[in-house]
């Protein structure tokens, strides 16, 4: 298959715990282009400025915009929980010639994912992270009717209760048969956007 000469933006979405870091980091080691993790952005924000979650979405975005416009495929870790999040990744992808990829993860496996969100604890995460079963359930109720909202661009759902490297075998192959492959450093589109 010819590789599409234009950069990848992929975009994870997903709840807290259902593996979208470890997917996104998987990726991004196994196609060597950079990840942009917005908790590591709101991690230094947090406490310090009114709205930390809304600010490093913006700044993940412009890291990002930043990336493909240099012409590198980049991969945006968020839970993209909310339609304004995805929208703004349209349009960064749209002003850079990117391609917009989306991947959500989910568990199928309540008893893994609750496993993964409580083993959160002993990480002495700062105060944002969901580290509890409840205050899982909690963030869930009061994203129900935010988080589910029409995707237009090519999206895949993995089910991350599936070993690591299987999940990046389906969506490495989903990749392929969307037609998309990552730039490869070095190779420059024939147009780039300034």
């Known amino acids: ?43 230094v924000l947090d406490g310090h400025v009114a709205d930390a979650g809304g600010l490093a979405y913006i700044a993940m975005f412009n890291v990002a915009r930043r990336q493909l416009l240099q012409n590198l495929s980049v991969i945006c870790d968020s839970p ?3 339609v304004g999040g995805y929208t703004t990744a349209c349009v ?9 990829l989306v991947i959500e993860c989910v ?34 109720r009061r994203r129900a009717d935010v988080s589910n909202y029409a995707i237009h661009e090519p999206h895949l759902v993995v089910d991350t209760f599936a070993p690591l490297e299987e999940v ?5 192959a989903w990749i392929e048969t969307v037609g998309a492959t990552p730039m490869p450093a070095g190779v420059r589109r024939e147009n780039p956007v300034k």
């Open 92 to 100: 960064v992808a749209h002003d850079t010639g990117a391609r917009l």
């Open 168 to 172: 990046l075998h389906t969506i490495l």
């Open 107 to 140: 568990c199928s496996s309540e008893e893994e994912w609750r496993r993964r969100i409580e083993q959160r604890a002993a990480l002495r995460l700062p105060s944002h992270h969901v580290t509890t079963w409840e205050h899982l359930q909690e963030h869930l």
């Open 80 to 82: 993209l929980s909310e």
């Open 1 to 43: 298959m010819a590789a599409v000469n234009r950069p990848l933006l992929i975009a994870m979405k997903g709840h807290p715990g259902a593996g979208k870091s470890a997917v996104a980091r998987g990726l991004s080691r196994r196609l060597g282009i950079p990840l942009i993790d917005k908790d590591d952005i709101k991690d």
